[in-house]
């Protein structure tokens, strides 16, 4: 295929996911000039194990790299990372792997994280309660399972880490991975060596923290020659995908909250001051901006709770999603007593249940396809109106609502949201929101600008969905029998 040379520069963005790597190339003013993906693969040894090979890793960003250069047909400015929390490589003396990535997914380590948590005041040190997601228990669980790997540990990488030790030769992370591993204080600025200390790890070993937007390297020749960008590409530390992410949704100031529905949901807020975890099951994570915090209310099964009732009503021939869409239509607001709890993959915010699971109440024999379609949506957008109360309760007000990602291309998702938050909401035209903030902290690196005026300028909204008031009275209803059911099912 023949690309067209375009004018100008491209700002490119890599986000390392859980299932996928994403590459977005923007220009100046934000507009996607290139995207593409590559997928690999999470192996389970036992169950509760999750691992991935960081060759995999170097093999997809490889791919999709050359080919988002190719499609863009502009020179590539600056280099930025976003990718999965919570994942870690050991390497060795010669900086390489010496073994499989453990994922966040990975909750191997839940005898490690109870009694971890009874040695340190977790939320009063790092605003989180310790959880087996984390990297500190896994840390642990190493050293008494297999302390001949961390016997031969050299260095660890985080997950984004990894990626841009293999562009430049250099290993650094940024606050929000390193809070999140619960072996940084509030703020992630520095390794506490207490924290650290509890699974027998020396700091010395960890990445560098520096800031998101700081220059942290540059593109290698054996890089370039891989992945299509030019030798001495500028490449910036990154983000964490939820602090990247929201860059990308433009949450750079106070008063603005996001929904992005994508495998999971996160809802994002700036917070005001790092402090102890509040009632709500909400966490803090350092934002991509240097010195400020987010608030994230989780939602485990966001867009992965459409996904899987569209495997299972179709085993053979799963219907598309357009099909879902005129099903769901077709139901009334509120499903007509239909409920989905949303907790495929165990509740998050506000219940922090990772032991509890989905379920549908309230079926009769009147009900059909398009009820069971129109509750899923429902209970994703309930279970965000839990995450956005929770913020509120935190001090964070939520005058500008915007939603984004895979599950916000649906229209009637996207109104159903608005109708059972009972306000406006606005759709953010870029999907692919942390790769769209890796590339924004990737132009603040190179440039030097301001994080927030550049994400001002390039992230753009493309629908206003209003609140139609008939159907936020029957939401509202409908929502209050959720939270009776959740209470009987959870509390």
Known sequence: MTTQRRFGMGHLGIDLGTSAVKVLVLDDDGRALARTRQAYPTHAAHP??????????????????????????????????????????????????LADAIIWLDVRAGRQASWLAEMADFPALTGNALSAICV??????????????????????????????????????????????????????AWSAMLAGLAGIDPSILPPIQPSAALAGIVSAEAAAATGLAPGTPVATGAGDVAALAVGCGVVARG??????????????????????PDGGLWQIPHGIFGRGLWLGLIMSGG??????????????PPDFETLERLAAAAPAGADGATFLPFLEGAATPYNRPDVRGAFLGLSSAHGTGHLVRAVMEGVAFNARDCVEALEAAGTASE????????????????????????????????????????????????????AEIAGRMVATDRLFEPDAERTSTLDDAYRRYRDKCARAIL
């Open 400 to 451: 500008a609502v915007s939603i984004a990602e895979g599950g916000a291309q649906s229209a009637l998702w996207c109104r159903i949201v608005a109708d059972v938050l009972g306000r406006p909401v606005r759709r953010i035209t870029e999907r692919d929101t942390s790769a769209a903030g890796a590339a924004i902290l990737g132009q603040a690196a190179v440039t030097g600008g301001s994080v």
């Open 136 to 189: 500190l228990p896994k840390l642990a669980w190493l050293g008494a399972e297999r302390p001949d790997l961390l016997e031969r540990t050299h260095r660890i990488a985080l997950a984004k880490d990894y990626v841009l030790l293999r562009l430049t030769g250099e290993l650094a992370t940024d606050p929000s991975d390193a809070q999140s591993t619960a072996m940084a204080e509030a703020g992630g600025k």
């Open 48 to 97: 509760g194990w999750a691992e991935q090979s960081p060759a995999d890793w170097w093999r997809a960003v490889c791919a999709a790299t050359r080919e988002a250069v190719s499609l863009a047909g502009v020179e590539i400015a600056s280099v930025g990372l976003s990718g999965q929390l919570n994942g870690f490589v050991l390497l060795d003396r010669r900086m390489q792997p």
């Open 304 to 317: 992965l709770s459409l996904s899987w009732l569209r495997a299972i009503l179709g085993v053979s021939q």
């Open 256 to 277: 603005r909250t996001t929904l992005t529905l994508g495998t999971a949901g996160h809802v994002v807020a700036e917070a005001t001051a790092p402090r102890p975890e």
